[in-house]
Each structure stands twice: as structure tokens, then as C-alpha cells.
């Protein structure tokens, strides 16, 4: 069981915080570091000092950190048109000796739009459909060869399909609790299925959901990795486990049901379970970013309990 380390900076966060963040997941050995794609600050938090984009943090953080996987979950499609997008994660990639991941979904938050001004399209799955087979396209175009793309909202002529990514493929994350066509794209794009903030339930029906589109696209049960992303509150004992919950304005109750909260074999027993249904790999949204000692904790008592 993989676990990785995930951020939701909008909430509040400089660069320097993610970057101690993230040199904290190397050095406790955790697999990798994944922010966030948001504008626009959630709930009661101030957002201070303000957003910071994903990609720029991925290519500063790509200079600052020599192991761990660097990626998105997700990339907001509204936000990039899919050749730049190519661009900009070859590059990040090139810059990061090859550990770059794009979690790519059709974006959501209508509100950060509109306090930036990015247009916020109906039909964003369509546009998705169109943005993964872009740049799957361009990335995979041989060297010397030209990529054009004939589509309802894309158009590309001739393009020179540069630059390339260091990694042979990048791997590419779909997710989300869609019935239909969140599997459906999958099936045909992803290398990775993440499901965020589901039930052990829920979980298990839509990975089977994913694994009949994966089937149904000629592909083999073992193309994709399955995943899930889940709020983090781990203690010692009960009051920490307090502590942390009211740090990040949760019930410990609430945090149990729906993330893994609780002391170490608590939290241990419940990956098993997600486990159990087929999850391979967990992204642990971390809330507090001041409170490195919590990462320590996790490596320490439950990634070391871990197979």
C-alpha cells in the first residue's frame, strides 16, 4: 500500500509551506507529494497568503526534491487549454528527472472562476474528453512527426508535438464518483483511478464500475492503479487525535466515517479495509501544513505497519 501526501493549499499556503511539506514526505519516505488545482479558498479558512498556482509549485518543488512523485489531483480542465498543459507537465517532468503525474478532471468550483475570471463551460466532460485525448496525443507523437486535432472545441494544425516528457508516459489520473462516464473516460485514459472521499462501500462499486469500462476498452485488469484520497487525522492517543480534529474544524466522529482518523492501528485497520476492496494506493489529505509532527507520526506508526 502506497501512501502519499496531499495538499489543498488554497486553504492558506505559501510556497515555503508546501515546500517544507513536501521535503518532510521525501525525507519520511513517503511515495509522493500532490497538491490541489484551486483559486479559491473552501469553507471558513482565510486563504491567506493567497492562491498559489499548481503547476509553478510542482516546477519549483521538481528542483527541491530528488525522490517523491510530484503531481495534481486534480488539474482543473477549465483552467488550461490541453496544449499548453502538454507543455507546461513535459517541462515540470524534464525539470524533475522524470517524477511528474497529471491528475486531470473537467474543474467544478464555479465560484473560482468567477472570482478570476475563467470562463466555466456546460459542457466540461466533453471538453475533458477532448483535452485527454490532446495531450496523450502530442506526448505520444513521434519525434520528427506532426499532431493535429480536429475537435468540437479543440482544434490543432500541424503541431510539432514538443517538448516530450522525460518519462516514456506520464502517468495520467482520472477520478471522481461519476457513474458513467467518469468510468467510461478511465477505461480509456487512465493510468490511475482515484476516487476521493468515498466509503469503503462506495469504493468498492465504483472501482467495479471502472474495472467493467477498463475490460470493455480491450485493456488488461492490471492496467490501471486504484486509489483512494482521504482526509488524515492520526494521534497517539484519543486527545491528540482531538487536538488535530479542532485544528482543521472537524468532529473526530465525522472524520472516523468519512477519512482515517484515530490512533495509528486505528488508522491501520481502516486502510486495511479500503484495502480489502482493492485499493492500492491512498492519498492522505493533510489540512494542517504547520504540523509536520503529524507526518511524522503517520511514517513512523502507521506507513511502517503498512505491506
Not at 478532471?105 to 475533458?128: D, M, N, V
Not at 506532426?146 to 506520464?170: E, I, M, N, R
Request: net charge negative.
Amino acid at each position: 500500500m502506497d501512501l502519499r501526501i496531499f495538499t489543498e493549499p488554497q486553504q492558506g499556503a505559501s510556497y515555503d509551506t508546501l515546500l517544507s511539506v513536501a521535503k518532510a514526505t521525501e525525507d519520511l519516505g513517503f511515495d509522493a507529494f500532490f497538491r490541489s488545482d484551486h483559486f479559491l479558498r473552501m469553507g471558513s479558512a482565510d486563504g491567506l497568503p493567497g492562491p498559489t498556482d499548481a503547476w509553478i509549485t510542482l516546477a519549483g518543488l521538481a528542483r527541491e526534491t530528488s525522490r517523491i512523485k510530484l503531481g495534481t489531483l486534480m488539474t482543473a480542465g477549465t483552467f488550461r487549454l490541453p496544449g499548453v498543459l502538454a507543455i507546461q507537465v513535459a517541462q515540470v517532468d524534464q525539470m524533475s528527472g522524470g517524477r511528474v503525474e497529471l491528475g486531470l478532471g473537467t474543474g467544478w468550483y464555479q465560484e473560482e472562476h468567477a472570482a478570476y475570471g475563467i470562463p466555466f463551460p456546460r459542457e466540461k466532460f466533453a471538453r475533458l474528453e477532448e483535452q485527454l485525448a490532446i495531450i496523450t496525443g502530442l506526448w505520444s507523437t513521434e519525434v520528427g512527426k506532426t499532431f493535429s486535432y480536429d475537435g468540437t472545441y479543440y482544434q490543432l494544425t500541424d503541431s510539432p508535438a514538443l517538448p516530450k516528457p522525460a518519462q516514456a508516459k506520464v502517468p495520467v489520473l482520472i477520478g471522481g464518483h461519476g457513474t458513467a462516464r467518469t468510468p467510461e473516460l478511465a477505461g480509456r485514459y487512465a493510468d490511475e483511478f482515484n476516487i476521493p472521499f468515498a466509503s469503503v462501500e462506495d469504493t468498492e462499486r465504483q472501482f467495479g464500475r471502472v474495472r467493467a469500462a477498463v475490460e470493455q476498452a480491450g485493456r488488461g485488469p492490471g492496467d490501471l492503479v486504484y486509489s483512494n484520497a482521504l482526509v488524515a487525522c492520526v494521534g497517539k492517543d484519543d486527545a491528540e487525535v482531538a487536538r488535530r480534529a479542532a485544528a482543521i474544524g472537524r468532529e473526530v466522529d465525522e472524520l472516523k466515517a468519512s477519512g482515517l482518523a484515530g490512533t495509528p492501528a486505528e488508522v491501520v485497520d481502516r486502510i486495511g479495509q479500503y484495502e480489502a476492496v482493492g485499493s492500492q494506493r491512498v492519498y492522505l489529505q493533510i489540512l494542517d501544513l504547520s504540523d509536520l509532527d503529524h507526518l511524522e507520526l503517520i511514517s513512523a506508526e502507521v506507513q511502517s505497519r503498512l505491506s
